[in-house]
């Protein structure tokens, strides 16, 4: 069994014990891979700077960062610079061999630059240019299975490798669940998402009111209509794991003693790869209406 295990980035998650459970895991023989976000540590090193973080809203409602030139260079700094190389660190001590990996490395995340995007400023839908961003194409699902194959332990961290339209490269900003689902979907492996909260809400402000699993597209629906907020994107991430071949998706806890080991146990929302429609029930679907 291969686990893609997402730790987020929010001040709120304590990945201590994320840690300790990969070590176990590998200990037993399980292949781990590890991913990780940092959208708070960038903002505090934005800040630290005397730059403003940047967030823009789609026209479809989905909030996200406008990484442009000089947020782009922070971020190279923070992500596969210090965060990275910390978890490494962390694993090392835990006896597990990490080797650190950006998504630059061996074309590892590969996809379009998008030096352009669409947004919605005071109700106005605009086009807002310079931004550093790009949507995961393809993964190099080979580097990833000849590491584990040689007893490493990937910690893999965006930026991608995004491809300009006059040719070349450019290392670009993506976000760190929708890398996560794409390596997951590669692998063909068990995505588990740890975030601060113990799954995914029917009210985000309830926790007795978590959806414990989703295996049909009824039950679905109702994950998509209850994820608000940061959860949104999660879900989105879900999704395209899903679609790309992940076995299962668990959106859990990270702030738990062994909280991979429970995700995969149950604990969590667990999302499961009968919940999407596939193309016939949707041909049927629109056919009877």
Do not use: Q
């Given at each position: 069994?291969?686990?893609?295990?997402?730790?987020?980035?929010?001040?709120a998650v304590?990945?201590?014990?994320?840690?300790?459970?990969?070590?176990?895991?590998?200990?037993?023989?399980?292949?781990?891979?590890?991913?990780?976000g940092?959208?708070?540590?960038?903002?505090?090193?934005?800040?630290d700077?005397?730059?403003?973080?940047?967030?823009?809203?789609?026209?479809?409602?989905?909030?996200?960062?406008?990484?442009?030139?000089?947020?782009?260079?922070?971020?190279?700094?923070?992500?596969?610079?210090?965060l990275?190389?910390?978890?490494?660190?962390?694993?090392?001590?835990?006896?597990?061999?990490?080797?650190?990996l950006?998504?630059?490395?061996?074309?590892?995340?590969?996809?379009k630059?998008?030096?352009a995007?669409?947004?919605?400023?005071?109700?106005?839908?605009?086009?807002?240019?310079?931004d550093h961003?790009?949507?995961?194409?393809?993964?190099n699902?080979?580097l990833?299975?000849?590491?584990?194959?040689?007893g490493?332990?990937?910690?893999?961290?965006?930026?991608?490798?995004?491809?300009?339209?006059?040719?070349?490269?450019?290392?670009?900003?993506?976000?760190?669940d929708?890398?996560?689902?794409?390596?997951?979907?590669?692998?063909?492996?068990?995505?588990?998402?740890?975030?601060?909260?113990?799954?995914?809400?029917?009210?985000?402000?309830?926790?007795?009111?978590?959806?414990?699993?989703?295996?049909?597209p009824?039950?679905?629906e109702a994950?998509?209509?209850?994820?608000?907020?940061f959860?949104?994107?999660?879900?989105?991430?879900?999704?395209?794991?899903?679609?790309?071949?992940?076995s299962?998706v668990?959106?859990?806890t990270?702030?738990?003693?062994?909280?991979?080991?429970?995700?995969?146990?149950?604990?969590?929302?667990?999302l499961?790869?009968?919940?999407?429609?596939?193309?016939?029930?949707?041909?049927?679907?629109?056919?009877?209406e």
């Open positions: 069994m291969t686990v893609v295990v997402k730790i987020g980035g929010a001040r304590d990945p201590e014990g994320a840690l300790a459970d990969v070590a176990s895991l590998v200990a037993d023989g399980e292949d781990v891979v590890l991913t990780h940092g959208s708070t540590a960038v903002d505090e090193t934005l800040e700077l005397g730059e403003e973080p940047t967030y823009v809203e789609t026209p479809g409602g989905v909030v996200g960062r406008f990484t442009d030139e000089e947020s782009m260079d922070v971020f190279k700094m923070v992500m596969p610079g210090k990275n190389t910390d978890l490494v660190e962390s694993l090392h001590n835990e006896g597990v061999d990490a080797v650190g950006s998504g630059t490395d061996g074309k590892l995340l590969e996809g630059r998008k030096s995007v669409r947004v919605k400023e005071d109700g106005k839908k605009k086009i807002k240019r310079g961003s790009g949507k995961i194409e393809s993964v699902a080979d990833l299975e000849t590491t584990l194959e040689g490493y332990t990937p910690v893999v961290s965006v930026p991608m490798l995004g491809k300009e339209k006059s040719g070349g490269y450019t290392a670009v900003n993506a976000d760190a929708r890398a996560a689902a794409a390596i997951a979907g590669a692998l063909e492996a068990d995505l588990v998402v740890l975030t601060d909260v113990s799954g995914i809400y029917e009210d985000p402000n309830d926790e007795s009111t978590k959806i414990e699993s989703a295996a049909t009824a039950e679905f994950v998509t209509d209850a994820a608000e907020g959860m949104t994107k999660k879900v989105m991430a879900a999704e395209e794991a899903l679609e790309g071949g992940a299962s668990i959106v859990a990270a702030n738990a003693d062994a909280p991979i080991t429970s995700a995969l146990e149950g604990a969590g929302t667990t499961e790869p009968g919940a999407l429609a596939d193309e016939a029930d949707e041909t049927e679907t629109e056919a009877a």
